[in-house]
C-alpha cells in the first residue's frame, strides 16, 4: 500500500455541484493532515488542516477518519473558480521532530457551467 | 512580505552541465524542503533541512546536492545534469513545532535538460 494514495480523477462536475475526494494514508501514526490546492503550473497552496474533530471553512469540509486511515474533502455548491488539482498531504514521522509531509498524487477537479 | 522566493523560474540545461537552485524565505521558518513534480508522479522529496548548517535525505536525494548555510536560504545543486532530472522544482519551508501551519511554498522552477 502506497503512504498516501488519492483518485486522480478527472471529476468533472456542474456548477452548484457537491463533490468529495477521500485520501488514504498508511503510517497510524500520522499525525498531520492537510489539503493543498493547486492551480495548473502553479505552486501547492494550503486549503484546509484537518483536524481530528473535522473542520469546516465556508463551501469545505475537511473530515479525518483515524480507524479507517483516510481523510476527505467535501465541496459544496461548486464554482468554476474550484476548478484545480487537489492534494492530500499526511507527515510521515520519519525525520525530524515533527517529520516531512507525503502528498498524494491529487485529484482533479474540472467544475463546468 | 515576499513568503519562499525560488531563482531562477525557468532554466534549460544541456547534459552534463551543473547549476544552483536557490530558495529564499523571510518568514523566519526554521525548515525548509526540495520536492520534485513530475506528471504521475506527485510531489517528491529530495532533500531537507531542520535547521541552519543541517540537511538531510530525502525520497529522491540522488543526483543532487543541498546546503543551507544560512537560516534563510535553502540551495539545491545538479552537479551533473540529467534528462531525468527534467521536472518541476519547489521549495517549502514550514515553523518548527507548528506541524498544523503545514508547508508554504516557492513559485518553482521549471527546469529542462537536453
Known amino acids: 500500500r502506497k503512504e498516501v494514495e488519492q483518485d486522480p480523477g478527472p471529476f468533472n462536475v456542474p456548477e452548484g455541484a457537491t463533490v468529495a475526494f477521500n485520501c488514504t494514508y498508511s503510517?497510524?501514526?500520522?499525525?498531520?493532515f492537510f489539503w493543498y490546492r493547486q492551480d495548473c503550473r502553479k505552486e501547492p497552496k494550503l486549503l484546509m488542516s484537518?483536524?481530528?474533530s473535522g473542520n469546516e471553512d465556508g463551501r469545505f469540509t475537511a473530515q479525518l477518519n483515524r480507524a479507517s486511515q483516510y481523510i476527505s474533502l467535501l465541496i459544496r455548491d461548486s464554482k468554476l473558480s474550484d476548478s484545480a488539482t487537489y492534494l492530500c498531504?499526511?507527515?510521515?514521522?520519519?525525520?525530524?521532530?515533527?517529520?516531512?509531509?507525503?502528498f498524494g498524487k491529487g485529484t482533479k477537479l474540472s467544475v463546468k457551467p | 512580505n515576499a513568503g519562499v522566493t525560488q531563482t531562477p523560474k525557468f532554466r534549460v540545461l544541456k547534459t552534463g552541465q551543473s547549476m544552483t537552485l536557490l530558495c529564499a524565505q523571510d518568514?523566519?521558518?526554521?525548515?525548509m524542503y526540495w520536492y520534485r513534480q513530475d506528471p504521475g508522479m506527485g510531489l517528491r522529496l529530495i532533500h531537507y533541512?531542520?535547521?541552519?548548517?543541517?540537511?538531510a535525505k530525502g525520497e529522491v536525494p540522488d543526483g543532487y546536492n543541498v546546503s543551507r548555510l544560512k537560516k534563510q536560504n535553502f540551495l539545491l545543486g545538479l552537479e551533473s545534469a540529467a534528462p531525468s532530472q527534467t521536472s518541476v522544482y519547489f521549495c517549502?519551508?514550514?515553523?518548527?513545532?507548528?506541524?498544523?501551519?503545514?508547508?508554504?511554498f516557492g513559485s518553482g522552477t521549471r527546469l529542462t535538460v537536453v
Open positions: 517549502a519551508s514550514s515553523i518548527r513545532d507548528r506541524p498544523n501551519y503545514g508547508y508554504t
Open positions: 503510517n497510524s501514526a500520522s499525525q498531520s
Open positions: 484537518v483536524y481530528s
Open positions: 498531504a499526511v507527515n510521515s514521522k520519519s525525520g525530524g521532530s515533527q517529520g516531512n509531509l507525503i
Open positions: 518568514m523566519n521558518h526554521e525548515y
Open positions: 533541512s531542520v535547521g541552519e548548517g543541517t540537511t
